[in-house]
C-alpha cells in the first residue's frame, strides 16, 4: 500500500481507471488476436499525429463539454438527467432552422439569435420534465426518457412536414446554412488542416468557465448543490426545493441543448433526419461521469473521449480493429470510475483517516446510510 | 374489416411488443426490491439479444422449432453472467448504482458488436430462421369470441410473460425469500439484525434481473427483429424500467404498464391498417405512448416512491 496525501489520490484514481480500462480493452484485443500495441499506437497517431487529426479531435470534443456540464447541473441538484440527447437534438434542429430561415441577416445578428433559439429549446425540453417534477413530483427519469422519444419523432415530422421544402434538400436533409450563420473560422480551419474545428470549442471554454463560477460561486449554484445534497435541510434553511429543480433542470437542458447547436452550426452546417437518441447525449453523460462533474475534470473526460474516438477511426483503417473496442475502453473506464472505492484501497492516506469521499453523481435519493458509511477506507 | 379482426390484430400485437418489455421490467422489480437501482437493463437485454441469435443461427438446423426457447434461456443465461458485473461493483464495491448501470447500457452494444464482428467478419448478423411465429392453443383458440382474441395465433411467449409475472408477483409477497428480498431493499440495517445475508439478497436480486433482462432481449431479438445489430435494443430496456417505476416496481403492475407500453407502441405501428387510425398523421401516433405515459403518470400516480433503501449501499461493519 502506497502512502499519499488525499489529494494526490483524488488524481491518482481517474488516472489508474484510465489505464484499467485501456489494460482491459488490450486484454480482449488479445482474446480475438488483435494486436493491442498496434491498435493503441494507430489510435494515438490518427488523433494527434496530424493538425487534421487534433482539429477533428477538439472538434469532437466541443459538444460533449456541453451535454456533459447539462448532465452535471442536474446531477448537482439530485437529478438524473438521462434526456441529453433529446435536449441536444431540440437545439441542432432550432438553431439550423432559424439560421435557414434567416439567411440575410448580418451574422452578429443571426449567429446569436440561432444559438440562443437552440438553447432556450434544449432548456424548454428538459424544463418540461423539470416543472412536472417540481409541482408533481413525476420521477424525472421516467418523463425524460420519454421526451427523448417525443423529441425523436417530433423532430422527424417537423422538418419531414413543417419546414418549408425550400430550406431542405431532400426530406432527410436540410441544405447548407450559409457562413453568416456558421460557427466555423476559415483561419482556424486551416490552421488545424482543413478540420471541421470551430468556434464551438471557445465557447465549450467560456461555458466550462460559467458552469464553475455558478456552481462555486453564486448562491443559485450553491443552493442547487445543497437541495441535491440534502432537499429536507435546504427547505428547512428557507431554500425552495421547486425553484431549484426547475432552475436546475433548465440550466441542465440550456447546456444540452447549446451541444445540439455546435454539433449543428459548427460539425456538419445542416440537421438530418435521426433514427435514434443522438450521441453526443449519452457520451456527455460518461464525460460527466468520468470529469467527476468538475468543469475541469470534464474537460479533460472530453478530450481522453475525443481522441480515443476519433483515433478510434484511424484504429479501424489502419490496423483494421473494429471500432468498438474504443467504447469497449470507455465503458471500461467508466466502471473503474465507479469502483473508485478498490482503487482507492491500493493506498493509504498519510494524515489521519479520511473517510473515502465517494463519487458526487449519484442523485439525491443516494444518500449515504450513517451506520454503514464509517470510514473503513 | 370486422371488429373481431381488428381487435385480434390489436391483442396479438400488443402481446408481441410487450413480452420483452414484461420479462425485462420484472427483472428491474426484482433488482430494485433488493436494494439495488438498475438503469442498466437495456444493456442487458443487448447482451441477450446478442447470445439468443448467435445461439439460434449456430443451432437452428440441429433443434428446429424448439430453437426459440433454448434461445431464451441462453439469453437469460448470459444476461445474468453480464448482470454480475453490475452486482459486484455494487454491492462489493460501493459502486455509485446509477453510474454502474449506465456501464452496462455503455458496454454491451459495442460489445455485442465487436463480437459479432469477431464471430461472422460483418456488422450484423443474419436473419435467423426459427423465430417465435404465432402459435393457437388447442382446445382454447375455439372458445366463442374470446378464443380468437386472445388464443388464436397470438404470441406464445407473452402467456408465459404474464405467468411469469404472476409467479414472481406471488413470490415477492407471498414466501419467506420475497419478504425478505424487500427487507433489504426497505432496510438493509434492520434485515442484517435478523440475521438475513444482505449481500446474498442482493445479489440474487440483480442476478434474477439479468436472467429476465436478457431473457426480455432474447424474447425480442426472436420475435422482433430477428437478427443483431447495434440498433436491435434501441431504449426497450428504458421502456423497461419505465413500466417498472410507471407499475410501482410490484411485479404486477410493471406487467401491466408493459402491456400498456406494448399497446401504445403496436398502434403505432398496425394503427394504419385500422379504420379511423389511418387518418391520424403518424406523428401522433408515434408519439402517443410516450405522451400518454407522462400524462397518466402525472394525473393518477403523481409520486412514485421506490423501496426505501434502493440506490444506496449497504456496507456491514465490522
Given at each position: ?206 461555458g466550462a468557465f460559467l458552469y464553475w463560477y455558478l456552481m462555486k460561486k453564486t448562491t443559485t449554484g450553491f443552493e442547487i448543490r445543497s437541495v441535491g445534497a440534502n432537499p429536507y435541510a435546504s427547505r428547512y434553511a428557507g431554500m425552495s426545493t421547486k425553484k431549484n429543480i426547475l432552475y436546475s433542470m433548465i440550466l441542465s437542458g440550456g447546456f444540452a441543448g447549446f451541444g445540439g447547436v455546435v454539433q449543428g452550426l459548427g460539425t456538419y452546417q445542416n440537421y438530418f433526419t435521426q433514427t435514434t437518441s443522438l450521441d453526443i447525449g449519452w457520451d456527455g453523460l ?92 | ?318
Amino acid at each position: 500500500m502506497l502512502k499519499v496525501k488525499p489529494k494526490t489520490k483524488k488524481i491518482l484514481v481517474p488516472i489508474i481507471s484510465i489505464l484499467a480500462g485501456f489494460i482491459v480493452g488490450a486484454l480482449i484485443m488479445l482474446v480475438w488476436s488483435y494486436n493491442p500495441i498496434e491498435a493503441y499506437s494507430s489510435m494515438f497517431t490518427s488523433a494527434l499525429g496530424n493538425m487534421n487529426g487534433i482539429g477533428e479531435t477538439i472538434r469532437e470534443a466541443t459538444p460533449l463539454i456541453f451535454t456533459a456540464i447539462g448532465f452535471a447541473i442536474a446531477s448537482n441538484a439530485g437529478f438524473f438527467n438521462i434526456g441529453l440527447p433529446g435536449q441536444a437534438q431540440a437545439g441542432w434542429l432550432t438553431s439550423i432552422w432559424v439560421v435557414l430561415a434567416n439567411q440575410n441577416l448580418p451574422k452578429i445578428v443571426l449567429l446569436p439569435l440561432a444559438i440562443i433559439a437552440g438553447v432556450i429549446a434544449g432548456a424548454f425540453v428538459a424544463g418540461i420534465a423539470g416543472w412536472l417534477r417540481a409541482q408533481f413530483g413525476t420521477n424525472e427519469v421516467i418523463t425524460t426518457i420519454m421526451l427523448n422519444y417525443i423529441v425523436l419523432y417530433s423532430c422527424q415530422y417537423l422538418m419531414q412536414q413543417v419546414m418549408s421544402q425550400k430550406l431542405r434538400i431532400d426530406t432527410d436533409t436540410t441544405k447548407t446554412i450559409a457562413p453568416n450563420g456558421s460557427l466555423r473560422i476559415e483561419w482556424l480551419s486551416s490552421m488545424f488542416g482543413d478540420s471541421r474545428i470551430n468556434a464551438g470549442i471557445f465557447l465549450a471554454l467560456i461555458g466550462a468557465f460559467l458552469y464553475w463560477y455558478l456552481m462555486k460561486k453564486t448562491t443559485t449554484g450553491f443552493e442547487i448543490r445543497s437541495v441535491g445534497a440534502n432537499p429536507y435541510a435546504s427547505r428547512y434553511a428557507g431554500m425552495s426545493t421547486k425553484k431549484n429543480i426547475l432552475y436546475s433542470m433548465i440550466l441542465s437542458g440550456g447546456f444540452a441543448g447549446f451541444g445540439g447547436v455546435v454539433q449543428g452550426l459548427g460539425t456538419y452546417q445542416n440537421y438530418f433526419t435521426q433514427t435514434t437518441s443522438l450521441d453526443i447525449g449519452w457520451d456527455g453523460l460518461s464525460v460527466a461521469l468520468l470529469g467527476g462533474g468538475t468543469a475541469i475534470g470534464i474537460l479533460l473526460a472530453a478530450f481522453l473521449f475525443s481522441i480515443l474516438k476519433i483515433g478510434g477511426l484511424g484504429m479501424q483503417t489502419i490496423a483494421g480493429i473494429p471500432y468498438e473496442i474504443v467504447s469497449i475502453v470507455i465503458a471500461a473506464i467508466i466502471f473503474f470510475v465507479a469502483i473508485q472505492y478498490v482503487i482507492g484501497l491500493l493506498f493509504k492516506n498519510n494524515k489521519e483517516k479520511v473517510p473515502n469521499s465517494e463519487a458526487e453523481t449519484g442523485p439525491a435519493t443516494v444518500s449515504k446510510t450513517t451506520t454503514s458509511e464509517g470510514g473503513q477506507g | 374489416m370486422n371488429l373481431m379482426t381488428i381487435l385480434s390484430l390489436l391483442v396479438s400485437s400488443t402481446f408481441v411488443y410487450s413480452t420483452p418489455l414484461i420479462f425485462t421490467s420484472l427483472g428491474g422489480v426484482y433488482s430494485e426490491n433488493s436494494g439495488i437501482t438498475n438503469v442498466g437493463l437495456e444493456g442487458i437485454m443487448t447482451m441477450g439479444a446478442f447470445a439468443s441469435v448467435v445461439f439460434n443461427l449456430t443451432f437452428a438446423s440441429s433443434l428446429g422449432k424448439l430453437t426459440p426457447w433454448l434461445g431464451l434461456v441462453v439469453g437469460g443465461v448470459v444476461g445474468m453472467i453480464f448482470s454480475l458485473l453490475h452486482a459486484v461493483a455494487t454491492i462489493n464495491f460501493h459502486a455509485d448504482h446509477v453510474i454502474s448501470g449506465t456501464v452496462l447500457n455503455l458496454m454491451a452494444p459495442p460489445l455485442g458488436v465487436f463480437l459479432v464482428k469477431a464471430i461472422y467478419d460483418k456488422g450484423q448478423t443474419e436473419n435467423i430462421t426459427q423465430s417465435f411465429g404465432y402459435f393457437s392453443f388447442p382446445g382454447l383458440a375455439d372458445i366463442p369470441v374470446i378464443g380468437p382474441i386472445f388464443f388464436r395465433n397470438t404470441s406464445a411467449p407473452a402467456w408465459l410473460a404474464i405467468v411469469v409475472s404472476i409467479a414472481l408477483w406471488w413470490i415477492l409477497y407471498k414466501t419467506r425469500f420475497g419478504l425478505r428480498l424487500r427487507a433489504c431493499g426497505e432496510n438493509p440495517q434492520a434485515a442484517d439484525t435478523m440475521g438475513i445475508n444482505v449481500y446474498g439478497m442482493r445479489y440474487a436480486g440483480v442476478l434474477i434481473s439479468g436472467l429476465l433482462g436478457g431473457v426480455g432481449g432474447a424474447v425480442f431479438a426472436q420475435a422482433i427483429s430477428g437478427n443483431f445489430s447495434i440498433s436491435t435494443i434501441v431504449g426497450q430496456g428504458f421502456m423497461a424500467l419505465a413500466a417498472m417505476i410507471f407499475g410501482k416496481w410490484n411485479p404486477l403492475g410493471g406487467m401491466l404498464a408493459s402491456l400498456f407500453f406494448g399497446f401504445a407502441q403496436s398502434l403505432s405501428i398496425i394503427g394504419n391498417q385500422l379504420p379511423f387510425f389511418n387518418h391520424i398523421p403518424s406523428v401522433y401516433m408515434q408519439i402517443a405512448p410516450y405522451v400518454i405515459t407522462i400524462v397518466i403518470l402525472v394525473l393518477f400516480f403523481g409520486k412514485s416512491v421506490a423501496p426505501a433503501a434502493d440506490g444506496q449501499n449497504y456496507i456491514k461493519s465490522k
